[in-house]
Antibody
Framework: EVQLVESGGGLVQPGGSLRLSCAAS????????MNWVRQAPGKGLEWVSY????????YYADSVKGRFTISRDNAKNSLYLEMNSLRAEDTAVYYC??????????????WGKGTTVTVSS | AIRMTQSPSSFSASTGDRVTITCRAS??????LAWYQQKPGKAPKLLIY???TLQSGVPSRFSGSGSGTDFTLTISCLQSEDFATYYC?????????FGQGTKLEIK
């Protein structure tokens, strides 16, 4: 079964940094684009970032642009999200999700269970 | 950014009912519209993509329609396992955006 497993969440102070990881298994990771999507407590879904299979194309939500960096290591079947200058409003469950694409437009067909990031002093 | 507006935000229904959820985009998105189901404490699940294509393994009681700016998700005969929150998402242009969600509760 195709699987995504996130890790790296935790409690961090405002202004701090955190690196999330997502381990992929049972599919050809390099052939798929990947995304991070988050969900604040009791709130809806917010798309955060996209990276193409080759890492040649990257997009961010305005809310995280300049603070977060998405990357991947296809040799390790892993996706990452480096989060800096964290704010209270970044508190959320962070999901990694596989892109299911028609040309360059991608829904997300496989999701991990999520990792929780809490930004608080 | 393209804004996605769902209606209603929540409603109650009974097992066996036919229900329809509406999603409107602030600009045309062709058919680049997905629907997701999310249950409490769980990750979202892709139900429909390309506005009307059922994802593999999703029951046929789910259907989607629409193009341009107006879309609907219909559940033809509600089952107990369908009570959840549903989100639409446009993937026509970045940043991808979700609707605010529709919480479907048992009457």
């Amino acid at each position: 079964e195709v699987q995504l497993v996130e890790s790296g969440g935790g409690l961090v102070q405002p202004g701090g940094s955190l690196r999330l990881s997502c381990a992929a298994s049972r599919f050809t990771f390099s052939s798929y684009s990947m995304n991070w999507v988050r969900q604040a407590p009791g709130k809806g879904l917010e798309w955060v970032s996209y990276i193409s299979g080759s890492s040649s194309t990257i997009y961010y939500a305005d809310s995280v642009k300049g603070r977060f960096t998405i990357s991947r290591d296809n040799a390790k079947n892993s996706l990452y999200l480096e989060m800096n200058s964290l704010r209270a409003e970044d508190t959320a469950v962070y999901y990694c999700a596989r892109g299911y694409c028609s040309s360059t437009s991608c829904a997300q067909d496989v999701w991990g269970k999520g990792t929780t990031v809490t930004v608080s002093s | 950014a393209i804004r996605m507006t769902q209606s209603p935000s929540s409603f109650s229904a009974s097992t066996g009912d036919r229900v329809t959820i509406t999603c409107r985009a602030s600009q045309g998105i062709s058919s680049y519209l997905a629907w997701y189901q999310q249950k409490p404490g769980k990750a979202p699940k892709l139900l429909i993509y390309a506005a009307s294509t059922l994802q593999s393994g999703v029951p046929s009681r789910f259907s989607g329609s629409g193009s341009g700016t107006d879309f609907t998700l219909t559940i033809s005969c509600l089952q107990s396992e369908d009570f959840a929150t549903y989100y639409c998402q446009q993937y026509y242009d970045y940043p991808y955006t979700f609707g605010q969600g529709t919480k479907l509760e048992i009457k």
